[in-house]
């Protein structure tokens, strides 16, 4: 099956910090990318959705100036947690979806971040 | 809006003991159900497509079926290794994006 990575695999950083995230398919082209969060027992949350080449599209309630995303390219996709404080601690996850074919969302293993 | 519920919310199993776990779902315009599992710190993890009612499909000892109003994930004479969280999510003509049950954590006892 199609490959998603993420990088990096953990992040800890200090209040106030911005924290980047990068999502790659490493062996399919990705015309569109997605990014979930996910708190502890509970179930994805779909953050934003984003075409190469094109601005995201945030879902309600997400702050598109505090979570920066880009997609830069058919392989690339990165997530921006500006000033990031304690409760943007969490699991955040990308997933991506290929042109042509079937059109199966594969995810890539997840970010854990914690802000002290 | 378009609705996964799924069920049990956990299912405890002995090993080699078959059962099956449930997604009902409200969807316009189903463009897709599909079932992944996730272990715990981890990413979901794809396991099937489904597309129409009466589709089935298989892998190993898991077999997905679907109807016009739910899927069922079978899981034949289960092994330890099989425990994890089971999700569940259609896609339908909202933007193409996919809509997630809250899982059903499966833990098979050997």
């Known amino acids: 099956g199609a490959v998603v990575s993420q990088h990096p695999s953990w992040v800890i950083c200090k209040s106030g910090t911005s924290v980047k995230i990068e999502c790659r398919s490493l062996?399919?082209?990705?015309?569109?990318m997605f990014w979930y969060r996910q708190f502890p027992k509970q179930s994805l949350m779909l953050m934003a959705t984003?075409?190469?080449?094109?601005?995201?599209?945030?879902e309600q309630g997400v702050e598109k100036d505090k979570f920066l995303i880009n997609h830069a390219s058919l392989t690339l996709s990165t997530l921006t947690v500006t000033s990031a404080h304690p409760e943007d601690s969490s699991f955040y996850i990308c997933?991506?979806?290929?042109?042509?074919?079937?059109?199966?969302?594969?995810f890539g293993p997840g970010t854990r971040l914690t802000v002290l | 809006e378009d609705q996964v519920t799924q069920s049990p919310e956990a299912l405890r199993l002995q090993e080699g003991e078959s059962s099956s776990l449930n997604c009902s779902y409200t969807v316009s315009g189903l463009r897709g159900l599909f079932w992944y599992r996730q272990d715990p710190g981890k990413g979901p993890e794809f396991l099937f497509t489904?597309?129409?009612a009466g589709e089935e499909k298989e892998k190993e000892r898991l077999k997905a079926t679907l109807t016009k109003k739910e899927s069922f994930l079978h899981i034949t004479a289960p092994k330890p290794e099989d425990s994890a969280t089971y999700l569940c999510?259609?896609?339908?003509?909202?933007?193409?994006?996919?809509?997630f049950g809250q899982g059903t954590i499966l833990t098979v006892h050997p």
């Open positions: 984003s075409n190469e080449g094109s601005k995201a599209t945030y």
């Open positions: 062996d399919f082209q990705a015309t569109t």
């Open positions: 999510a259609v896609r339908g003509t909202s933007y193409g994006k996919l809509t």
């Open positions: 997933s991506a979806r290929g042109r042509g074919g079937p059109d199966t969302q594969y």
């Open positions: 489904l597309y129409s």
